[in-house]
């Protein structure tokens, strides 16, 4: 009977450990006030200004098929069905991607201090320069800086194509015991989640499509679902 429990024991352990490799720290962080307020900072995938030259005719998430099927207005879609008074701001921060050794966080004062912040890049940092450019450091202060307090709740989400800057973002969720959202498998797994075929530009294409970003939505809302009860009258 004691080999049995322990086995039993043993097999609940082992379940637990690869739960936590696949997601390094989901936690839910108890609110003691309603979410009034998300910002959403991304890059392409969240928007993309009109780009004639890239075969990209619209101002939405790069390559989906209209505004309603980005994962950001997905969200908002799935946040409003449970309170239509939430007010979600997004924007498009690919230039600290690229320029995070000298990006002036100043430029984002307007997005500081959401009830609830979503960062989801990664996609344009180059993983060659992450360690001598201490692109690490740089993410921390630039969460540090919109998000100061625990008052906010931090969403952290890696990105949709496979990469080392992946590796790095998830690191600072569990070190700092962050609900976190993993992506790459979506296009490592399954080609259609990409816009692959769609547009002539491979750039383009490599987006995520309308199936892409409905699963990116869901897993997102998945994580963060528990903060928005059924409002009450």
Request: contains cysteine.
């Amino acid at each position: 009977m004691r080999k049995i429990i322990f086995a039993i024991v043993l097999t609940l352990v082992s379940s637990s450990i690869k739960t936590e490799a696949l997601n390094p720290s989901i936690k839910t962080i108890p609110m003691t006030h309603r979410i009034h307020r998300v910002v959403i900072l991304g890059n392409s995938i969240v928007a993309h200004p009109v780009a004639p030259n890239l075969g990209w005719n619209a101002d939405w998430g790069m390559a989906a098929s209209a505004r309603d099927s980005d994962f950001v207005h997905r969200l908002i879609y799935n946040i409003h069905q449970v309170d239509t008074t939430v007010v979600i701001d997004f924007k498009n921060i690919s230039v600290f991607e690229n320029t995070y050794e000298t990006y002036d966080l100043a430029q984002l004062s307007a997005y500081r201090n959401a009830d609830m912040l979503i960062v989801k890049i990664s996609e344009n940092v180059k993983a060659k320069t992450v360690i001598d450019r201490d692109f690490a450091n740089h993410y921390q202060q630039l969460i540090s800086y919109l998000a100061p307090t625990d008052q906010t709740v931090k969403i952290i989400v890696d990105g949709f194509w496979p990469s080392p800057v992946n590796d790095i973002i998830r690191d600072y969720a569990a070190k700092n015991t962050l609900p976190f959202v993993t992506l790459p498998d979506l296009f490592r797994d399954d080609s259609s989640n990409s816009a692959a075929g769609l547009f002539e530009n491979i750039g383009v294409a490599n987006h995520p499509s309308d199936k892409g970003m409905k699963n990116i939505a869901s897993r997102i809302w998945s994580c963060i679902n528990v903060y928005f009860p059924n409002k009450k009258e």
